[in-house]
């Protein structure tokens, strides 16, 4: 007997303007028939109709309007991209039915829209991908990415080169797909981009409406408030230091968001840090630390830092130490300054010989693995929350709030053969080393 294959929604396309609209439009068109999608030719049968429009003159705006006009009343549901996304409050203004606008080059988020608008309907032939996509990391965690790019030009990296400046993605894209991959399984979710704090900007930080009433900010605070309300575990990566992180603090306090921030430093002396070109260079952030401390005493901070950077001298490499000293950091990874090529750095005077970024790389290992062994060993005794990573028949390994996967370290529990994957449980810590805890399960 053959078989009957739902039919796909349909979609019509109004482009307008110049070609550049019209590749995105073509873009946009390709991503949705290879994702199922039928082409509708006129008004009357399509499920939803996008205008892609045009700001270039006021003539082409109110062209643009005029488009917009004629599919809702052609039409009804209606889907508004390209460059007038950026006058989206004129759209609404004058057409409040309309179901999405999204901004130029978004395609993500205008085949986002149609998704929402039209959802395919379910078949195990059509959707040979699960909902929430295909996955390298176990169901249990899973990295979410909420921007790309980088607006820095830190003088030892060449991801700007390579990626560009920041594009942040839409915050209620990014709320769907923390859904989908909750409702998959995962139970904490690593927040990633290459500057987390950036995030919004781009979009000067607009307000997006809730599919479910409400509406977010693209703005890092707003988002970890959301994400957290998503999911049981939401841990975030590649914090600079800029002051709105400190209203990030009260999200962990209250439970939100994991008390552990993952803040790049790469160094503390303020010479080296303006050779470096970093961002956030912060001379209070010690006692920004401190107040972190105060309001979330259990506070994991990871960081890594980079020795040997062309000029470092003894002075500037005993200040980290001493800083490293003062800031007490739970985890942290060094690496040695090493030439990428195109990178600005590789430019600077007075490269430091190997041996003494050598010598200073094991320095700065021994000292920090010190200041690890003395935190962790504080934790025995205590009853942490730990996630299952693995189990066998000798028991489990487990990760507690203060460590991320692969980075951090581990728990290992005893009798725990029990347990599941992506479990949750409380455990008593019965020993500590240098970088792992040990305990049972209580
Ligand atoms: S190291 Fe600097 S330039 Fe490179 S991605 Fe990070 S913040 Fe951007």
Known sequence: MATILPSPPRVGMVSLGCPKNLVDSERILTQLRSDGYQMSPDYAGADVVLVNTCGFLDSAKEESLDAIGEAIAENGRVIVTGCMGKEAETIRARFPGVLAITGAHEYEQVVGAVREAAPMPPSAFLNLVPDAGLKLTPRHYSYLKISEGCNHRCSFCIIPSLRGDLVSRRPDAILREAEK??????????????????????????????????????????????????????????????????????????????????????????????????????????????????????????????????????????????????????????????????????????????????????????????????????????????????????????????????????????????????????????????????????
């Open 181 to 442: 991959l909750v409702a998959a399984g995962t139970k904490e979710l690593l927040v990633i981009s290459q500057d987390t704090s950036a995030y919004g900007v781009d979009m000067r930080h607009s307000v997006w409406p809730l599919k479910g009433g409400g509406e977010v900010r693209a703005h890092m605070t707003d988002l970890s408030r959301e994400l957290g309300k998503i999911a049981p575990w939401v841990r975030l990566h590649y914090v600079y230091p800029y002051p709105h992180v400190d209203h990030v603090i009260p999200l962990m306090a209250d439970g939100l968001v994991l008390p552990y921030l993952d803040i790049p430093f790469q160094h503390a002396s303020p010479a080296v840090l303006k050779r470096m070109k970093r961002p956030g260079n912060d001379a209070k952030v010690l006692q920004r630390i401190h107040n972190w401390r105060a309001l979330v005493p259990d506070i994991a901070i990871r960081s890594t830092f980079v020795v040997g950077f062309p000029g470092e001298t003894e002075e500037d490499f005993q200040y980290l130490l001493d800083w490293l000293d003062e800031a007490q950091l739970d985890r942290v990874g060094a690496f040695r300054f090493e030439p990428v090529e195109g990178a600005a750095a590789n430019l600077l005077p007075d490269h430091v010989p190997e041996e003494v970024k050598e010598e200073r790389y094991a320095r700065i290992m021994e000292r920090t693995a010190a200041i690890s062994t003395a935190k962790l060993a504080r934790r025995v005794g205590r009853t942490l929350d730990v996630i299952i990573d693995a189990v066998d028949e000798d028991g489990a390994t487990g990760r507690s709030k203060a460590d991320a996967p692969e980075i951090d370290g581990e728990v290992f529990l005893r009798d725990a053969g029990h347990l599941t994957l992506g479990d949750i449980v409380p455990v008593l810590i019965e020993d500590a080393d240098a970088h792992d805890l040990y305990g049972v399960p209580v």
